[in-house]
């Protein structure tokens, strides 16, 4: 018996999501932030907004509610951590490098976008949703 989509995209988003959360804990393992800048947080979030854009370029996803929730809020939504991003940031506040956690606040949001802009650029246009 095949449950309803309602359980099943649920259960894409929660092992999609356990698998981005332990990538990105596996990567912030091998690849510590350190003291200043927090630079793996920082390219997790860029590379999550990069794969996140381009993820209606998989036929895969365009074709699967089910691929679109487990790859999109699943995958990439546990790769990618605004939480830390904040709590990095009050952190550097706190320290009192008010210059370096304003960059690093106002960079990650920037080379977010930049990233999303770069995908829509060079991605070949998509028919609209209804001729999918």
Request: net charge neutral; proline share 9%.
């Amino acid at each position: 018996m095949t449950p309803p989509p309602g359980p099943r995209l649920l259960l894409a988003v929660a092992i999609g999501g356990a698998v981005g959360a332990v990538l990105r804990y596996g990567l912030g393992e091998a690849v510590p932030d350190g003291g200043g800048f927090p630079w793996t947080t920082f390219a997790i979030n860029v590379a999550g907004s990069l794969l996140l854009a381009g993820l209606e370029l998989l036929p895969a996803v365009r074709r699967s509610p089910v691929w679109t929730a487990a790859l999109g809020p699943g995958v990439l939504g546990g790769f990618t951590t605004f939480s830390a991003t904040s709590e990095q940031g009050r952190s550097l506040l706190a320290s009192g490098d008010t210059v370096l956690a304003a960059s690093y606040l106002a960079g990650s949001l920037a080379a977010a976008l930049a990233a999303v802009i770069v995908v829509g650029r060079l991605a070949p246009a998509l028919p609209p949703e209804a001729e999918r």
